[in-house]
């Protein structure tokens, strides 16, 4: 076997980390926000026990975006956890969600989108 192809199929740190978290979920019986961080913009997404998307936000379309520019700093980060809760509230589901942080460690971007959804009002 070639050393390409055995590179290919090893999964990197956070894969590892994220399929852990995901087991944990399972048996919670619980919708995931989910969130995915880039470079440059930060997303959230309700999903639900059968892995349908309820519900999706993104910081480029926040208010901070709209007046920096910016869409990969905390303060945008916050916003998206508050609009993202205002989503969830439509659905009626302030309890019954748990933070999928994705495999990224709780820090920074994503513990702000955390911070921001629990001020608006969803329980984790």
Do not use: P, W
């Not at 852990?20 to 969130?35: G, P, Y």
């Not at 969600?97 to 629990?118: E, K, M, P, Q, T």
């Amino acid at each position: 076997m070639s050393k390409m192809s055995t590179v290919r199929y090893q999964k990197n740190g956070r894969d590892r980390v994220r399929t852990k978290i995901r087991s944990r979920f399972k048996d919670q019986e619980k919708n995931r926000l989910m969130v995915i961080r880039s470079c440059r913009y930060m997303h959230a997404l309700l999903i639900s026990t059968t892995g349908d998307v309820l519900a999706s936000a993104s910081t480029k379309h926040t208010q901070h975006f709209k007046k920096t520019g910016v869409g990969s700093n905390k303060t945008a980060a916050h916003e998206l956890g508050q609009l993202i809760a205002k989503k969830i509230k439509e659905h009626n589901m302030l309890d019954s969600v748990a933070f999928d942080r994705n495999g990224y460690l709780y820090h920074g971007r994503v513990a702000a989108v955390a911070v921001g959804a629990r001020e608006a009002g969803v329980k984790f």
